[in-house]
T-cell receptor
Framework: EDKVVQSPLSLVVHEGDTVTLNCSYE??????LLWYKQEKKAPTFLFML????IEKKSGRLSSILDKKELFSILNITATQTGDSAVYLC??????????FGSGTQLTVLP | ETGVTQSPTHLIKTRGQQVTLRCSSQ?????VSWYQQALGQGPQFIFQ???????GRGNFPPRFSGLQFPNYSSELNVNALELDDSALYLC?????????????FGSGTRLTVV
């Protein structure tokens, strides 16, 4: 059965800290791995990763995929209170169905 | 700005009733998927429509059904509502980019069954 596991489930840090969120997967017909940020309702797109070892960066956020070991990490440097959210990892299959992990709840304290 | 709009934003229904949720996606996004997100969980795939035909279904009973229309709008219908159907229902449209399929989510409909 396909599964996507995220860790930690929750994380509390202070502004300025660096955090690393983990995502491991076992999914058939893998096509891509995606990261989303969910603050209230709509998950908002962060990254799509399809190739191993190529880091994607957007401001203070970065992500990388390891297709051999079947995991991805999302790094956030110099965290801000606005980074507080649930971060979702999802694997896209060739059928275009997304399989999500249960998310990591990040809380950034001032 | 999401490009995918859902309605209503929230509603309350009684167990046993039926509900219809609506989604309008962007022109050209010919695949729409529906997800159920229970509190504290990641979204779970319900089903997917491509060119008005269902072409993938998750582990949900037949009382969950859908439609996709030529104008890229879509509906999710749930019959005989149960308390466990209380969740955020998300609609997503997918599109083919240079690296693969991207997915844009709507803001969801929060359904409470009492």
């Amino acid at each position: 059965e396909d599964k996507v596991v995220q860790s930690p489930l929750s994380l509390v840090v202070h502004e300025g800290d660096t955090v690393t969120l983990n995502c491991s997967y076992e999914v058939t017909n893998f096509r891509s791995l995606l990261w989303y940020k969910q603050e209230k309702k709509a998950p908002t797109f962060l990254f799509m990763l399809t190739s191993s070892g190529i880091e994607k960066k957007s401001g203070r956020l970065s992500s990388i995929l390891d297709k051999k070991e079947l995991f991805s990490i999302l790094n956030i440097t110099a965290t801000q209170t606005g980074d507080s959210a649930v971060y979702l990892c999802a694997v896209g299959r060739t059928s275009r169905q997304l399989t999500f992990g249960s998310g990591t709840q990040l809380t950034v304290l001032p | 700005e999401t490009g995918v709009t859902q309605s209503p934003t929230h509603l309350i229904k009684t167990r046993g009733q039926q509900v219809t949720l609506r989604c309008s996606s962007q022109s050209g996004h010919n695949t729409v998927s529906w997800y159920q997100q229970a509190l504290g969980q990641g979204p779970q795939f319900i089903f997917q429509y491509y060119r008005e035909e269902e072409n993938g279904r998750g582990n949900f009973p037949p009382r969950f059904s859908g439609l996709q229309f030529p104008n890229y709008s879509s509906e999710l219908n749930v019959n005989a509502l149960e308390l466990d159907d209380s969740a955020l229902y998300l609609c997503a449209s997918s599109w083919l980019g240079t690296e693969g399929y991207g997915y844009t989510f709507g803001s969801g409909t929060r359904l409470t069954v009492v």
